[in-house]
């Protein structure tokens, strides 16, 4: 079955230290990778998307995230998180059926 | 110049009660969605019209019933409402193609049954 796993449900980070937030997929055929950004009682957000090309993709607000077909994942990454990055993280599957397959998210808290 | 936008943004109602929440696009996309939130932050997708046509009708009470009168607008109105409605509810929009294509979201709309 087709499915997102987002591992850690919530992840704290003090401030300017590194990022990386965990997503793996489950999914036949080539997939079209998301991942949005939900700051509290906002809606979401496109940070980055993968469809195809260079695995390594670039951003808004200084993200990046690598897909890895062998490994199934698609890995978010800033190099120095702000208190303004505390937020909610979805990553998601695209399907063919213009439906989206959602992780549960991943809650970033940023430590002074 | 928004370009997902949901009224209201807030709505607190008592049980039983009828209501409806409106969206609205004017990105030009064909595609629109209804999600609901709940408090675990966990998204599920309702439901999905093309060109106004439903697509996507996930297993939802029949209480919940969407309509999109055009491609710019899809509205929800639920009847009867349960306590365990109460969540946040988001619209969404993406241009179909050969891929699958962005999906921009509105802002939500917090509903609280009591």
């Known amino acids: 079955a087709q499915s997102v796993t987002q591992p850690d449900i919530h992840i704290t980070v003090s401030e300017g230290a590194s990022l990386e937030l965990r997503c793996n997929y489950s999914?036949?055929?080539?997939?079209?990778l998301f991942w949005y950004v939900q700051s509290p009682g906002q809606g979401l957000q496109l940070l980055l998307k993968y469809f195809s090309g260079d695995t390594l993709v670039q951003g808004i607000k200084g993200f990046e995230a690598e897909f890895k077909r062998s490994q199934s994942s698609f890995n978010l990454r800033k190099p120095s998180v702000h208190w303004s990055d505390a937020a909610e993280y979805f990553c998601a599957v695209g399907r063919s059926n213009y439906q989206l397959i959602w992780g549960a998210g991943t809650k970033l808290i940023i430590k002074p | 110049d928004t370009a997902v936008s949901q009224t209201p943004k807030y709505l607190v109602t008592q049980m039983g009660n009828d209501k409806s929440i409106k969206c609205e696009q004017n990105l030009g996309h064909d595609t629109m969605y209804w999600y609901k939130q709940d408090s675990k932050k966990f998204l599920k997708i309702m439901f999905s019209?093309?060109?106004?046509?439903?697509?996507i009708n996930e297993t939802v009470p029949n209480r919940f019933s969407p309509k999109s009168p055009d491609k710019a607008h899809l509205n929800l109105h639920i009847n009867s409402l349960e306590l365990g409605d109460s969540a946040v509810y988001f619209c969404a929009s993406s241009l179909t193609g050969q891929r699958q294509e962005t999906q921009y979201f509105g802002p939500g709309t917090r509903l609280l049954v009591l």
């Open positions: 019209y093309n060109n106004k046509e439903l697509i």
């Open positions: 999914y036949g055929a080539t997939p079209y």
